[in-house]
């Protein structure tokens, strides 16, 4: 099992600023919508399960996340609720998170090694991780693309912070 940096206790134990949730909600649900208008892909492989609903526990985060990709929706939500309805559950570190999004690691691997904790229908969640892999998504080049003429400067900031945190924030080359 590879060791995963936690973020700073300090902030997951911070509460978050009284708008922090709806506005975090109305970002996230902008940038997945921008991803799936430049991955379209992504809804047609899910086939069946884009209408699903997606639990996506970051633990070492300040909310849960849940994601309705044929909505375009990720919302998120406090900690102190009780968790909103959703068909399928994926629960771990953001550490795991990013390494499987950005290919670093195989979700399989995550799963087997208990990093990933997956519930509710288990294929929702392989239609999701196949739609994912297949995407091949980087995080920071989708960020930089949002943000023009500081792309530049997002990616030289997003290798020092993944440099410092030990995190993968974006697509890894595979090298043969």
Known sequence: MTQRPALLPLLTRLPPPPLARPALGLALTAFLRRIAQRNPSILSRLGPYAGARFLLDVRDGPFLLLMQPEAQRLSAHSRRTPEPAHDAAIR?????????????????????????????????????????????????????????????????????????????????????
């Open 92 to 176: 771990g570190g953001l550490a795991a998170f990013l390494a499987m999004l950005h290919g670093a690691e195989d979700g399989d691997a995550l799963f087997f090694s208990g990093e990933l904790q997956i519930g509710g229908d288990t294929s929702a969640v392989l239609a999701l991780r196949n739609a994912l892999d297949d995407a091949e998504l980087d995080l920071t080049e989708e960020l930089a693309a949002l943000s023009g003429q500081f792309g530049g400067w997002l990616r030289r900031g997003s290798a020092l912070a993944a440099r410092k945190s030990g995190l993968i924030l974006s697509r890894q080359e595979v090298l043969p």
